[in-house]
């Protein structure tokens, strides 16, 4: 890119702009697979708390983890909230912390009955960390 001509000072425009359209002209609107029911409302919200835990955003990340599990604390999440708090505080060092949220998603992993491939996988790392960090 060839440098400016002009040597006035670089402005950039404030632009707000909005995209989407009105609900009540959606035509999706009642289309039921298109909603979100009550019970799955959290999973956007903890999709979020992912990808700020694979930025390495680990107290945002537990910051957000926590706010979803007191707004939704009845979910049917499999332990993926309580998973990715304990490799949070593991990630910053507070172990303490860490051990007790593995321990809380194994709880939670055997109350709901979860024997998805993630669960499996989730168990056998939280049971080596648990290991890991208690001895």
């Not at 051990?99 to 809380?104: I, T």
Request: net charge neutral.
């Amino acid at each position: 890119i060839e440098p400016r001509k002009d040597k006035k000072k670089l402005r950039v425009g404030n632009v707000s702009v909005i995209h989407g359209e009105k609900k009540e002209d959606s035509p999706n609107r009642n289309d039921s697979s298109v909603k979100i029911s009550t019970n799955e409302k959290w999973i956007p919200e903890v999709n979020a708390a992912e990808a700020l835990y694979r930025q390495q955003f680990y107290t945002n990340t537990i910051v957000k983890l926590v706010k979803i599990f007191t707004n939704y604390s009845d979910i049917h999440d499999c332990g993926k909230i309580h998973y990715y708090l304990g490799k949070s505080f593991e990630a910053i060092n507070n172990t303490g912390q860490a051990v007790e949220a593995y321990q809380n998603m194994i709880n939670r992993l055997e109350e709901q009955g979860c024997e998805n491939d993630d669960a499996k996988r989730w168990i056998n790392e939280a049971q080596q960390a648990i290991d890991r960090l208690t001895y």
